[in-house]
Structures are given as structure tokens and as C-alpha cells.
């Protein structure tokens, strides 16, 4: 027989959506935060020349590095040079810096383990602070970049180094300010979909590239049409093994209570094929592409005959090359297990089972327990990296063979399916939770028509 979360959801249509009336100022709040975003990836930082940036940016002869990731990340911001330029990637930094530090730092992970709501809220406050920091840092050297630059600034010197530095960080904290809001307010991660919009922007630019380059004949139909149908089987995969899940039986000893036994029940505890989500090419990217920016910035700069070497090997470490492909590869593999084990803790989940007194049938609990997790989930690892290297260098082999101009990353797609698989169930949920308070309404109105009415006396 079907659960009653179950029936709720096979009666969920149109009509339950049109009057959930929460949901739609949760929706509408998010669209106008999202909207507010994208406008401001077209206003351009003060004393920026765009149309002579918007040049060099796009100059096919230059190697841009990691700015071509933020630049996707960030909808175009970047080749615009707007206030919204630095996105919220440096927020994502500190995150993941705050979370490692959380399981390597003693006063920060006390914090995590035993702070409860307010150990949560001191360590989101630790999290601005390091954005602030990391905004600073970043800005100052886009500013002192674009400053040393000739024909970038209509008026260079240290009043647009400072403007440049004060706009970029706090267009971020803006940002930072408008995803908590949609969080709070909105339905989904406000993060994420910041992210998840920048990257959406830029989809109809690519399709557009696309289709000009067959119209020119610089590509086939069936070229085209190859591409169009691995974009969709890329997106089915994705789905299949986001959602794909080990699950594992957990017994709960029966009790006696009074005269009756009590207890026995059994559950499932859940462990992702992909543990790590979009973490590992995050990663991998900004590694990657950082030499390559750094020989950007030195290219023109007289290098000592012992750094001869340095242009031809960051030459190399651009997408499509084999060497680029070979440590991206690696790098993923790394940070899959490197996350897996920061995010997931067997030897904490096992004595939590012991302590609510939980236990894996056929395995000891305690140690024996731990071990076991650790070896199912050391296999579902092996499984997700080798899922997310495959996603994530399937466009890199398109590179190598049409070119830099149809780069679409693995990660922006992996970005994309997962923010929109994340909103979808959030959107369902809230469905659920608007039927279920309908029939807690109308059993108390039924209520109150039945046993809790008073009766009329006869007389």
C-alpha cells in the first residue's frame, strides 16, 4: 500500500499548483533576484573602456586561462567587465576553504560537530569574512592589471585602482547578500543559481556559434546533429547517476515496553554514487588554468634563459591538449576521493548507529561498522570519479577536434542538471507541504462539523 507522501505526490497536478500561493511569491521572488542579477552584468565598472576590453578579450591570438571559466560562470560578466565580474566565486572559495578547515582546525571543528545552529551561524560568519578578504585580492589584481594595460582605462592611476577594487568586492557581497535572500525567501539555493543562471546566459551564444558555423560550412549537419544528440544522452547520464544511490539496510533491535515489544524497525542509509557533486572539476579547473593565466600575464616580460621552458609547457596545459586532458583527469580523480573522505565520515556514522542502537545485519557494529562504510563507499567513489571524468573530458575531446570556440565545459553542465534536479525536488516539496496542510484544514473543518459540534436539546 502506498505511503501517504506517496499519494500526495501521484495527485499533484496544475491545479494544486495554482493555488499553492506561497509557492508562487517564493517564485516570483527568485525570478526578480535572478533578474537583478543579470542586469548587472551589463553595467560596466567606472572608467572602463568596453569596447577596447570587449577587444582584448576576445582576441583570438591570447591565452585568457581561468578567465574563460569565470567569464562562463559569470554569464559574460567578465568579457564585459561589469560590477558583477568577480561573481561569487570568491564566496565559493572561502566556503570550501571554511569547510576544510572545519575538519582539520580543532576550534573549527568543535564548531561543526557539537556548535548546534549557533556553531553553524559563527562559521557563515567566518565564511564573509574570508570572502571579503578574497574579494579584496582579487579585485586589487584585475584592477592593477587593467591599470598597467594601455588603451583599457579611459584615466589609469590609483583613484580607478581603487573604484575598480571597491565596485568588484562589493558588487560580490552583493551578491553574496542577494543568494541568501533567495535561499531564505526563494525556493532553491541561491548560490547555485546565481551560478546556474550565469551559465545559462551564455548557452544561447554557443548554440548561435553552432549554428553560424554550419551555416558557413565550417561544419557539417551530421556534425551538428552528433553534437546535439550527445548533449542530450550527456544530460540522461547525468540525471541517471546523480540520482543513483547505494542504499543499505539498517536493522533496529525490537524492545520490551511493558507488555508489548516495541521497535524493530528498518531503514536505509543512502550513499551517493557521486558524494562529491561538482567540487572535484571545480577544483581541477582553477588548478589548471592558473598556470596558463599566469604565462598570459608574463608573456610579454623578458624571462630568464632558465624559465625558457614555461611557454611551451603552458602551451600544453590548454583545453584539447592531450597533457591538459591527462592531469584533469587526474586532478578530478584526487579531489572525488579528497572530498569524498572530508565530506563523509564512516568511523562518526557507525558510532552514531551505535549510539541510537542501529546496526548493518551480518556486520558488527562499532569498528567493524565503520569499516564496512568506508569499503562500500571507497567503491562508489571509484564509480563517481570515473562518471565525472568522463562528463567533464567529453568536451575537451570536442575541442581538440572543432576547435576552442564550441567549448562548453563538463562542469557547466554538470552545474546545470544538478541546481535544476535540486530546484524541481525543492518545488515539489513545497507542493507537498501545501496538500498536506490542505487536508489538516479540512480534517479539522470536518472536525468541528462532526463530534465537536454541540447538538441541539429537544425540548
Given at each position: 500500500?502506498?505511503?501517504?507522501?506517496?499519494?500526495?505526490?501521484?495527485?499533484?497536478?496544475?491545479?494544486?499548483?495554482?493555488?499553492?500561493?506561497?509557492?508562487?511569491?517564493?517564485?516570483?521572488?527568485?525570478?526578480?533576484?535572478?533578474?537583478?542579477?543579470?542586469?548587472?552584468?551589463?553595467?560596466?565598472?567606472?572608467?572602463?573602456?568596453?569596447?577596447?576590453?570587449?577587444?582584448?578579450?576576445?582576441?583570438?591570438?591570447?591565452?585568457?586561462?581561468?578567465?574563460?571559466?569565470?567569464?562562463?560562470?559569470?554569464?559574460?560578466?567578465?568579457?564585459?567587465?561589469?560590477?558583477?565580474?568577480?561573481?561569487?566565486?570568491?564566496?565559493?572559495?572561502?566556503?570550501?576553504?571554511?569547510?576544510?578547515?572545519?575538519?582539520?582546525?580543532?576550534?573549527?571543528?568543535?564548531?561543526?560537530?557539537?556548535?548546534?545552529?549557533?556553531?553553524?551561524?559563527?562559521?557563515?560568519?567566518y565564511t564573509r569574512y574570508l570572502t571579503v578578504f578574497l574579494a579584496l585580492a582579487q579585485s586589487f589584481g584585475i584592477a592593477a592589471g587593467l591599470n598597467s594595460t594601455a588603451g583599457l582605462v579611459d584615466n589609469p592611476g590609483?583613484?580607478?585602482?581603487?573604484?575598480?577594487?571597491?565596485?568588484?568586492?562589493?558588487?560580490?557581497?552583493?551578491?553574496?547578500?542577494?543568494?541568501?535572500?533567495?535561499?531564505?525567501?526563494?525556493?532553491?539555493?541561491?548560490?547555485?543559481?546565481?551560478?546556474?543562471?550565469?551559465?545559462?546566459?551564455?548557452?544561447?551564444?554557443?548554440?548561435?556559434?553552432?549554428?553560424?558555423?554550419?551555416?558557413?560550412?565550417?561544419?557539417?549537419?551530421?556534425?551538428?546533429?552528433?553534437?546535439?544528440?550527445?548533449?542530450?544522452?550527456?544530460?540522461?547520464?547525468?540525471?541517471?547517476?546523480?540520482?543513483?544511490?547505494?542504499?543499505?539496510?539498517?536493522?533496529?533491535?525490537?524492545?520490551?515496553?511493558?507488555?508489548?515489544?516495541?521497535?524493530?524497525?528498518?531503514?536505509?542509509?543512502?550513499?551517493?554514487?557521486?558524494?562529491?557533486?561538482?567540487?572535484?572539476?571545480?577544483?581541477?579547473?582553477?588548478?589548471?588554468?592558473?598556470?596558463?593565466?599566469?604565462?598570459?600575464?608574463?608573456?610579454?616580460?623578458?624571462?630568464?634563459?632558465?624559465?625558457?621552458?614555461?611557454?611551451?609547457?603552458?602551451?600544453?596545459?590548454?583545453?584539447?591538449?592531450?597533457?591538459?586532458?591527462?592531469?584533469?583527469?587526474?586532478?578530478?580523480?584526487?579531489?572525488?576521493?579528497?572530498?569524498?573522505?572530508?565530506?563523509?565520515?564512516?568511523?562518526?556514522?557507525?558510532?552514531?548507529?551505535?549510539?541510537?542502537?542501529?546496526?548493518?545485519?551480518?556486520?558488527?557494529?562499532?569498528?567493524?561498522?565503520?569499516?564496512?562504510?568506508?569499503?562500500?563507499?571507497?567503491?562508489?567513489?571509484?564509480?563517481?570519479?570515473?562518471?565525472?571524468?568522463?562528463?567533464?573530458?567529453?568536451?575537451e575531446f570536442l575541442v581538440a577536434q572543432m576547435g576552442n570556440s564550441l567549448y562548453f565545459g563538463g562542469t557547466s553542465i554538470l552545474i546545470v542538471v544538478s541546481v535544476t534536479m535540486d530546484t524541481v525536488a525543492q518545488i515539489?516539496?513545497?507542493?507537498?507541504?501545501?496538500?498536506?496542510?490542505?487536508?489538516?484544514?479540512?480534517?479539522?473543518?470536518?472536525?468541528?462539523?462532526?463530534?465537536?459540534?454541540?447538538?441541539?436539546?429537544?425540548?
Amino acid at each position: 500500500m502506498a505511503s501517504a507522501a506517496e499519494q500526495l505526490a501521484a495527485n499533484m497536478n496544475m491545479g494544486s499548483f495554482a493555488k499553492a500561493t506561497e509557492l508562487h511569491k517564493r517564485l516570483l521572488f527568485t525570478l526578480g533576484a535572478l533578474l537583478v542579477y543579470r542586469i548587472g552584468t551589463y553595467v560596466p565598472i567606472p572608467g572602463i573602456n568596453s569596447q577596447a576590453f570587449l577587444q582584448f578579450f576576445q582576441d583570438p591570438s591570447g591565452q585568457r586561462g581561468i578567465l574563460d571559466m569565470f567569464n562562463m560562470f559569470s554569464g559574460g560578466a567578465v568579457e564585459r567587465m561589469a560590477i558583477f565580474a568577480l561573481n561569487v566565486m570568491p564566496y565559493i572559495s572561502a566556503s570550501i576553504i571554511v569547510q576544510l578547515m572545519g575538519t582539520v582546525y580543532p576550534p573549527w571543528e568543535k564548531l561543526k560537530k557539537e556548535g548546534g545552529e549557533s556553531g553553524r551561524k559563527q562559521l557563515n560568519q567566518y565564511t564573509r569574512y574570508l570572502t571579503v578578504f578574497l574579494a579584496l585580492a582579487q579585485s586589487f589584481g584585475i584592477a592593477a592589471g587593467l591599470n598597467s594595460t594601455a588603451g583599457l582605462v579611459d584615466n589609469p592611476g590609483i583613484f580607478f585602482i581603487a573604484s575598480t577594487v571597491v565596485t568588484l568586492t562589493g558588487g560580490t557581497m552583493f551578491l553574496m547578500w542577494l543568494g541568501e535572500q533567495v535561499t531564505a525567501r526563494g525556493v532553491g539555493n541561491g548560490i547555485s543559481l546565481i551560478i546556474f543562471a550565469g551559465i545559462v546566459a551564455v548557452l544561447p551564444s554557443t548554440i548561435a556559434r553552432l549554428l553560424g558555423l554550419a551555416q558557413q560550412g565550417q561544419m557539417s549537419a551530421f556534425a551538428l546533429l552528433f553534437i546535439a544528440v550527445l548533449a542530450v544522452a550527456t544530460v540522461v547520464f547525468i540525471v541517471f547517476m546523480e540520482r543513483a544511490q547505494r542504499r543499505l539496510l539498517i536493522q533496529y533491535p525490537k524492545r520490551q515496553e511493558g507488555n508489548r515489544m516495541a521497535g524493530g524497525e528498518r531503514s536505509f542509509l543512502p550513499l551517493k554514487v557521486n558524494t562529491a557533486g561538482v567540487i572535484p572539476p571545480i577544483f581541477a579547473s582553477s588548478l589548471l588554468m592558473l598556470p596558463t593565466t599566469v604565462a598570459t600575464m608574463t608573456a610579454n616580460a623578458d624571462l630568464p634563459s632558465w624559465m625558457s621552458w614555461l611557454p611551451l609547457v603552458t602551451a600544453q596545459l590548454t583545453h584539447g591538449q592531450p597533457l591538459f586532458m591527462a592531469l584533469y583527469a587526474a586532478l578530478i580523480v584526487f579531489f572525488c576521493f579528497f572530498y569524498t573522505s572530508i565530506t563523509f565520515n564512516p568511523e562518526d556514522t557507525a558510532e552514531n548507529l551505535r549510539k541510537y542502537g542501529g546496526f548493518l545485519p551480518g556486520i558488527r557494529p562499532g569498528k567493524r561498522t565503520a569499516e564496512y562504510l568506508d569499503y562500500v563507499l571507497t567503491r562508489l567513489t571509484v564509480i563517481g570519479a570515473a562518471y565525472i571524468t568522463a562528463v567533464c573530458l567529453l568536451p575537451e575531446f570536442l575541442v581538440a577536434q572543432m576547435g576552442n570556440s564550441l567549448y562548453f565545459g563538463g562542469t557547466s553542465i554538470l552545474i546545470v542538471v544538478s541546481v535544476t534536479m535540486d530546484t524541481v525536488a525543492q518545488i515539489q516539496s513545497q507542493l507537498l507541504a501545501h496538500q498536506y496542510e490542505g487536508l489538516i484544514k479540512k480534517a479539522k473543518l470536518r472536525g468541528r462539523g462532526g463530534r465537536g459540534a454541540p447538538t441541539p436539546v429537544r425540548r
